[in-house]
């Protein structure tokens, strides 16, 4: 077990080292899933949950299998504490950090989850972060989350890739909703698959490589791609910039909450992403510079 811990976090610090475009978590050497162990039972799991921090890696349990999908960093930490600090908007929502949900009887950890006060542990909004995770896997966890089992309305992915040569690094923001209907000119709204992105946002300061391209074409409506995608397109360096706002709608996020929607709730709380990508590329740095010293001191 330990072997198979150490194999996998070797294997995530090195895709921290590549070029995106050479060997990133949506090339062909990326494994679809990284599976530790089989046959695993609840209780097991729970057990490995006490003692994750010992082996530095993020789990899940799906029918049985324990699958290391990433692991801890400060990108990752600074990310999901600031995301998580912006979602405090509202004196009726309380906000959760690495929260067990049990859904269809596999157990996933989620990196936000926001829950309506009096609404017990049932979430409407969670929030996952990539950073060693591929999109794939990201992507695939819509169908869990909007399952008939929870009540979840809105999942928010957001994936990260190493620095590139020239000090950039390419984001991306996924929104999924649970009801995926698009207005495509007035008075004309079409309803698309929940498990595919409302919207996409490329927010990072490099744009999106052809291998994250391929993965979501016919996944995404055409119109409803944003952000920072070819040179000539606007790039976030700035807040409140219009394009990476994502407006969240506000009604589905207070389901279950005794009394409704509280009075004078705007109807769409709006994420800014600059300042999870500021966070991000802060980080990214230091933990680049940290590889060249221990470099250097070998």
């Not at 990108?75 to 859904?103: A, C, K, N, Y």
């Not at 920072?228 to 409140?240: A, H, K, L």
């Not at 219009?242 to 005794?258: H, L, M, W």
Request: aromatic content about 10%; hydrophobic content about 35%.
């Amino acid at each position: 077990m330990e072997k198979k811990c150490a194999s996998v976090r070797k294997f995530f610090l090195e895709l921290s080292r590549k070029e995106p475009d050479d060997g990133s978590t949506e090339s062909s050497t990326f494994p679809e899933e990284i599976v530790i162990l089989t046959d695993v039972s609840n209780e097991r799991y729970r057990k490995f949950r006490e003692e994750e921090r010992k082996v530095n890696l993020f789990i899940r349990l799906i029918k049985g299998k324990l699958i290391v999908y990433d692991m801890p960093s400060s990108v990752h930490g600074s990310v999901q504490f600031s995301t998580g600090l912006m979602m405090t908007w509202h004196p009726q929502l309380d906000i959760h950090t690495g929260l067990d949900l049990s859904i269809d009887e596999n157990y996933y950890c989620a990196d936000i989850a926001v829950i309506p006060a009096g609404n017990g542990l049932n979430p409407t909004i969670i929030v996952e972060v990539g950073v060693s995770e591929s999109l794939q896997s990201l992507h695939d966890l819509a169908k869990s989350y909007f399952s008939e089992q929870t009540d979840i309305q809105v999942y928010l992915a957001l994936k990260f890739w190493p620095l590139r040569q020239d000090g950039t690094a390419a984001m991306i923001a996924l929104l999924y909703l649970r009801e995926n209907r698009i207005q495509i000119r007035p008075g004309n709204i079409r309803w698309f698959n929940n498990t595919d992105p409302n919207m996409v946002i490329s927010f990072g300061n490099a744009p999106i490589n052809d291998i994250t391209m391929e993965f979501l074409t016919g996944k995404v409506p055409n119109n409803r791609y944003f952000g920072y995608f070819n040179n000539g397109d606007t790039v976030c360096d700035d807040e409140e910039i219009p394009i990476y706002q994502i407006p969240i709608p506000t009604s589905p996020i207070f389901t279950g909450c005794p009394g409704g929607v509280p009075p004078e709730t705007p109807d769409n709380f709006n994420l800014d992403l600059w300042t999870i990508q500021v966070k991000a590329l802060y980080y990214l740095n230091k933990e680049q510079q940290r590889r060249q010293q221990q470099q250097q001191q070998q």
